[in-house]
């Protein structure tokens, strides 16, 4: 679905839930009649009063989304007016505006093509027919994102030069490209093609994939127009996922939004907007039973009112901030006032960001997403070592505690792996850290295209690196690891002064049930097997036991 039908199915979802909402909304135009006849006639008592003033404020915030801004505006000022105590012979004048605002009201509201809505990047397609160009020097790179795309329910097709991607790109659009920054053999190369890629009239959604780092390189490509920057480094599996998050809307990712909003009918409207986007949204009424919906939930993003009865939303906000579970969940307030003093208090409170009522699709869609893809850009950081694009210890404990559960249940062998590099001390001594972490990436690299995309490779520490290997028992285990420290061990290094040195690794191998019955168990086992490995002369894999 492109942006502008996801933009009419916004716009037509919000003028059929004005039919329904109208006759309510019009009922607190009613409270407003009440209370400017009884100012009228001088009997205005201040709990009359407050409720006018209330009705006001959400008027105020409703209307103008479901496209009466002038209505916005007329509520506006009667909420303004009742905050100050109006005067007696203010009453005909302020009449005159309820009245306004009721016709406002029973007329039409602005059309589809005339309201502004919910035109987000993401077209929520599915995965399964995504297609995907890989435009690659690296045969062997392709091949496996290739594959494992296929795997993914994807379409890959590949050009191994800038010249092949523009002659197919004569024949297809594909919905993702996968550029090598590294290109060689062309006039202009790589940056050539993204600069046609993102130009006028095209503008592809273009990943750049590449071996460099340097920072002269990223604010190029951000400059021509790549919508992300990949090192070469990462699982397979990363660089699809980012594909994926590319391509997609937050709604792909399965997001869950908390919306807490004492207005039912604003509630109604957020629910509409985000679930044209595919997003599951709960709604809130009552501030007090926010904790316990947020804990039973787990949401990926909070929307907050900030002017509720009970509890303000920046109450709620300073709340979750106190708690570490939570303080890293996107906060979005929503807020009649954009003055100066109100934004500094709901940052103050640890807002990421806030939407001034009257709520639009578009400025409320772009928020919601550019958050909700920072998020899932800081786990996928918290998930991955920087320097290996290995799994992090903490995400390896939680991939391989998965497949414990999957090796007992269905009773299918599970071999863990642990790696040390052989005298890595000495490597570092000897040629530096630059030259240690070259070997430590090479190590990790190759784990990677060693192993399947359902292995789970992981940086353990230091030197040490963390192999899961489900549906394989210990013997193929140890064979296959036998196999890669054979190639590794024929690999050549060269130090930052040009001399060229090798390396090797040992590893102990254990297997779940046959070595241990938990997986503290399991990794103790192929722990002590590898320390067996390196006390029987290194450049070894030895099983458990």
């Known amino acids: 679905m492109s942006p502008k039908d996801l933009a009419t199915d916004a716009s037509s979802a919000i003028q059929s839930l004005w039919l329904e909402v109208r006759d309510s909304v019009l009922a607190r135009v009613d409270v407003l009649d009440r209370a400017l006849d009884s100012l009228e006639a001088g009997s205005l008592d201040i709990g009359l009063r407050r409720s006018a003033e209330r009705e006001a404020h959400r008027l105020a915030g409703l209307v103008g989304t479901f496209g009466f801004p002038v209505g916005s505006e007329l509520a506006a000022q009667l909420e303004h007016e ?45 995965t399964e027919g995504l297609s995907l160009l890989i435009v690659d020097g690296d045969p062997d790179l392709a091949e496996r994102l290739s594959v494992e795309a296929r795997i993914w329910g994807m379409n890959p097709a590949w050009a191994a030069s800038a010249e092949e991607a523009r002659k197919l790109l004569t024949r297809v659009v594909p919905d993702v490209i996968m550029l090598d920054l590294d290109l060689e053999g062309t006039a202009d190369g790589a940056g050539g093609l993204l600069a046609q890629l993102t130009g006028r009239g095209r503008r592809f959604p273009v990943l750049v994939t590449t071996a460099s780092d340097r920072f002269e390189d990223r604010l190029e490509v951000a400059r021509l127009g790549a919508r992300g920057y990949l090192h070469k480094s990462l699982p397979v599996s990363q660089m699809l996922d980012a594909v994926v998050q590319l391509q997609a809307g937050p709604g792909r990712r399965g997001a869950t939004v908390l919306a807490v909003d004492d207005d039912p009918e604003m509630l109604l409207v957020l629910d509409r907007i985000l679930e044209t986007h595919g997003i599951t949204t709960l ?159 090479r190590l990790s690299h190759m784990l990677l295209r060693h192993f399947r995309g359902e292995d789970v490779v992981a940086r353990w520490g230091g030197e040490e690196f963390l192999v899961g290997m489900y549906g394989i028992t210990r013997e193929v285990a140890v064979t296959r690891l036998e196999q890669l420290a054979q190639r590794f061990a024929g690999e050549e290094f060269t130090s930052p002064k040009g001399k060229p040195f090798g390396a090797s690794f040992s590893a102990g191998v254990a297997e779940y049930s046959r070595d241990a019955l938990d997986l503290p168990a399991l990794l103790r086992a192929a722990d002590q097997a590898m320390r067996r490995a390196k006390a029987e002369g290194r450049d070894r894999i030895l099983p458990a036991g």
């Open 283 to 441: 709604t809130l009424s009552d501030p007090l039973r926010f904790w316990s919906l947020l804990e039973e939930n787990s949401p990926d993003l909070v929307i907050l009112d900030i002017d509720m009865p009970d509890l303000s939303g920046v109450d709620l906000c300073r709340t979750v901030r106190n708690d570490p579970r939570w303080a890293a969940l996107p906060v979005l307030f929503l807020t009649r006032y954009g003055d100066p003093k109100t934004i500094r208090e709901v940052f103050a409170a640890g807002a990421d960001d806030y939407v001034v009522k009257p709520v639009v699709g578009l400025d409320l869609m772009t928020k919601i997403e550019n958050r909700l893809q920072r998020a899932a850009r800081q786990q996928a950081l918290a998930d991955s070592d920087a320097l290996t694009g290995a799994v992090s210890r903490r995400r390896s404990i939680e991939l391989l505690a998965r497949l414990v559960r999957l090796s007992g249940r269905f009773s299918h062998p599970l071999c863990l792996a642990m790696i040390d590099l052989d005298l890595f001390k000495e490597v570092n001594d000897q040629f530096g850290k630059a030259a240690g972490d070259a070997v430590l990436r």
């Open 82 to 126: 009742l905050m100050a105590g109006p005067a007696q012979e203010s009453a005909p004048r302020l009449a005159e505006m309820a009245r306004d605002l009721r016709r406002e009201l029973e007329a039409s509201p602005l059309t589809a093509e005339q309201m502004v809505v919910a035109e987000g990047d993401g077209d929520g397609e599915q």
